[in-house]
C-alpha cells in the first residue's frame, strides 16, 4: 500500500535537501576549515568540555584551598581547646585546694576529695587526648617535637598535682587522729605547689596563645595569596567565557531565536513566513523542514479556508430552513390560541342559556320538588363549566396579549371589603371563618380593580375550598418601604412538597387534586401571576403539610409596588 502523496513529497524534498546540504558542506569544507567544527553536536560538545574542565579546575581549587585552611582551621580550634581545657585545670585544681583545706580544718572524710580530684585529672586525660591528636595531625617533625614537649610541662604539672592530693590526704588524715599542726603543714604544701605549678601552667597557656596566633597568621597569609589569584581567575573565566559565547553560542542562539520568531508568526496566522537558511549543520536542516512545514501549513490553510465558506453556506442554508420551520411553528402555535378561544366562545353561549333557563325555571317556583333539585344541580354544573370556561378564555387572552389592564389609583381597603363581601357567604356557608386585616391608613395601589378583585377573590375561594369545617382563612394586607403586601393564609391539608415547584405552572394538577371533583383546570395560580407581573408586582406560595409538631396549611403573597398619590 502507497503512503499518502503529500508524505512521499516530503521525503523525496527531505532526500534532495540532505543531498544537496551534503554537497554544500563538502564545498564549504574546502573553503572554511575542519567539517567537525560545522557540526552543532561538535560545537556543543566542545563548548560542555570546556565548561567541564573549567569547573574541574575550579573545584580542584577550592578543594585544595579548603584542604590547607582546614588545617589552619583544625590547629586554631585544637589550640582554643587546650587552652579551655588548661584554664579548666586551673579552676578545677584551686577547687580541690579549698575543699581539702576546709576538709582539714573540720576533720572531715577524705571521700570529699573524691569528686574534685576525678574533674582535675579528667582535665589532664582531655590535655593528654588533645595533645596527642595535634602531634598526630602535625606533618612537620619540628612543629610535632615542640607540641610533644608540651606533653613534659603537662606530665610535670599533674605529678605536682599528685604529690599535694598526697599531702592533702595525709594531712586529713593526721586530723582526724587529733595530731596538731595539719592545716599548717597543708597550706606551705599548696604554697610550695602553687610556686610550681602556676608559672607552668603560665607557660603552657601562653604557648597555646602563641600557637593560636600563628594559626591566625597563616590563614590570613592564605587568604592574602589567594585572593589576588581567584580575581585573575574570575577574570580568565568571563574572558573565555565570552570567546566561547560569541564563537559557538551567539551564532546559535541567535538562528534559534529566528526560529521562534518565525514559530510565533506561523501561530499569528503569517504563513507566508519563511527562514533565511546559512550553514550546512542540523539546525540549517531543521530550519529549512520548518520551512517546507509552513509551505504546507499554507497551503492546509487555504484548503481549510475554502472548507470553512463552503461550510458557512451550509449553515446560512440550515439556519433558513430553521427559520422557516420557527415560522410553522408560529402559525401552529396562533392556530392552537384561536383555538381556545373558539372552544370558549362556543362552550360559553351554551352554557349562558343554561343558566338563563334554569333562572327562570326557578322563579317560577314549580311545585315539583325533583324538578326544583334537577334545576338546582343543573345551575350549579352550569356555573362550575362556565367559570372555568372563563378560565380558558382568559389564558387564551394572556397569551394572545388581547387581554388589556385598565390602571388607575385602588385604595386597598376597599379591595379587601369589596373581596370580603363577595366570599363571606361561601365562608359561612362551609363553615370557616374569614378574617381580613385591611392595615393601617390609606394605601393606595396603581391596578385594575376588576382583575385584581377577581384574582385575590380566586385565591381565597381556593383558601376555603382546601379549609375544613371549622378552620380559618386570614387576608392581611400592610405597606412598607414602599411596597403592599397582601397574604391569604388558611390552615387546610397544605401542598405537597414535590408539588410547590409546578403550582404557577398551567394547567398543572398536583397528584392528590388531580383526581378530586371540582378542583379546577390548573390555570387559576397562573392566571393570578400573569395579573400581578402585569401589575409589576410578586407572587410567591408557601405550604406545609400535616407532620409530627407541626400543622398544615398555605401562605400566598402578593407584593405590589405602593402609590404615591401626594407625588
Not at 594531712?171 to 587529733?178: K, L, M, V
Not at 601562653?206 to 585572593?227: I, P, S
Not at 397528584?511 to 409589576?536: D, K, N, Q, T, Y
Request: aromatic share 4%; no cysteine; proline share 3%.
Amino acid at each position: 500500500m502507497s503512503a499518502p502523496a503529500d508524505v512521499s513529497v516530503e521525503g523525496r524534498t527531505g532526500v534532495r535537501d540532505a543531498r544537496r546540504g551534503g554537497r554544500a558542506g563538502r564545498r564549504a569544507s574546502r573553503v572554511s576549515g575542519p567539517a567537525a567544527l560545522r557540526s552543532l553536536r561538535v560545537r556543543m560538545a566542545l563548548l560542555l568540555a570546556t565548561a567541564v574542565l573549567a569547573i574541574a579546575a575550579a573545584g580542584l581549587a577550592v578543594a585544595w584551598t579548603f584542604a590547607i585552611a582546614d588545617d589552619y582551621v583544625e590547629e586554631l580550634a585544637s589550640a582554643q581547646r587546650r587552652l579551655e581545657l588548661l584554664s579548666a585545670a586551673s579552676g578545677r585544681v584551686g577547687d580541690y585546694a579549698l575543699i581539702a583545706m576546709q576538709t582539714t580544718e573540720a576533720k572531715g572524710q577524705p571521700d570529699r576529695l573524691s569528686l574534685p580530684r576525678k574533674r582535675v585529672q579528667e582535665t589532664f586525660v582531655r590535655l593528654d587526648e588533645e595533645i596527642a591528636r595535634a602531634v598526630a595531625r602535625s606533618g612537620d617533625d619540628e612543629k610535632a617535637a615542640l607540641i610533644s614537649a608540651r606533653s613534659r610541662v603537662l606530665a610535670q604539672m599533674r605529678a605536682r598535682f599528685e604529690f599535694l592530693d598526697r599531702q592533702a590526704l595525709e594531712s586529713i588524715r593526721e586530723a582526724r587522729e587529733g595530731q596538731a599542726g595539719n592545716v599548717e603543714r597543708l597550706r606551705a604544701a599548696m604554697d610550695t605547689f602553687a610556686a610550681g605549678f602556676g608559672p607552668a601552667l603560665s607557660a603552657a597557656i601562653e604557648e597555646e596563645r602563641a600557637t593560636a596566633g600563628e594559626a591566625q597568621e597563616a590563614m590570613a597569609q592564605l587568604r592574602a595569596r589567594l585572593a589576588p589569584g581567584a580575581i585573575g581567575a574570575v577574570a580568565l573565566s568571563l574572558v573565555a567565557a565570552f570567546v566561547l559565547y560569541r564563537t559557538l553560542a551567539w551564532p546559535l542562539v541567535s538562528r534559534i531565536s529566528q526560529v521562534a520568531r518565525a514559530a510565533r508568526e506561523i501561530a499569528r496566522g503569517r504563513t507566508d513566513t519563511r527562514l533565511p537558511v546559512q550553514g550546512h549543520d542540523e539546525l540549517s536542516l531543521a530550519m529549512m523542514r520548518f520551512n517546507r512545514m509552513a509551505s504546507q501549513l499554507a497551503r492546509r490553510e487555504a484548503k481549510l479556508m475554502a472548507d470553512q465558506a463552503r461550510l458557512q453556506e451550509m449553515v446560512d442554508e440550515r439556519t433558513a430552513e430553521l427559520r422557516a420551520a420557527n415560522a410553522r411553528l408560529s402559525g401552529i402555535d396562533r392556530a392552537r390560541r384561536r383555538f381556545f378561544t373558539d372552544v370558549s366562545h362556543e362552550l360559553r353561549t351554551p352554557l349562558t342559556v343554561i343558566l338563563g333557563e334554569a333562572d327562570v325555571t326557578l322563579r317560577a317556583k314549580s311545585g315539583a320538588e325533583d324538578l326544583t333539585a334537577a334545576l338546582v344541580t343543573i345551575r350549579s354544573r352550569a356555573r362550575r363549566l362556565h367559570r372555568r370556561v372563563e378560565d380558558l378564555l382568559r389564558v387564551a387572552r394572556s397569551e394572545s396579549g388581547q387581554l388589556e389592564l385598565e390602571l388607575e389609583p385602588v385604595l386597598v381597603t376597599e379591595l379587601l371589603a369589596d373581596v370580603r363581601e363577595a366570599v363571606e357567604p361561601a365562608a359561612r356557608q362551609r363553615g370557616v371563618a374569614l378574617a381580613v386585616e385591611p392595615g393601617a391608613g390609606e394605601v393606595y395601589v396603581e391596578a385594575d380593580a376588576d382583575w385584581l378583585r377577581q384574582v385575590i377573590e380566586g385565591l381565597v375561594a381556593n383558601a376555603l375550598r382546601h379549609s375544613s369545617y371549622g378552620g380559618a382563612v386570614r387576608l392581611k394586607a400592610a405597606e412598607a418601604q414602599g411596597l403592599v403586601t397582601l397574604r391569604i393564609s388558611d390552615d387546610g391539608e397544605g401542598i405537597a412538597e414535590s408539588d410547590l415547584p409546578h403550582v404557577f405552572e398551567r394547567f398543572y394538577r398536583g397528584g392528590a387534586a388531580a383526581e378530586r371533583e371540582g378542583s379546577g383546570f390548573g390555570i387559576g395560580l397562573a392566571l393570578a401571576r400573569w395579573v400581578v407581573e402585569r401589575h409589576g408586582g410578586a407572587i410567591a406560595i408557601e405550604s406545609r403539610t400535616a407532620a409530627p409538631g407541626e400543622t398544615s396549611g398555605t401562605t400566598v403573597t402578593i407584593t405590589l409596588p405602593a402609590l404615591n398619590l401626594a407625588a
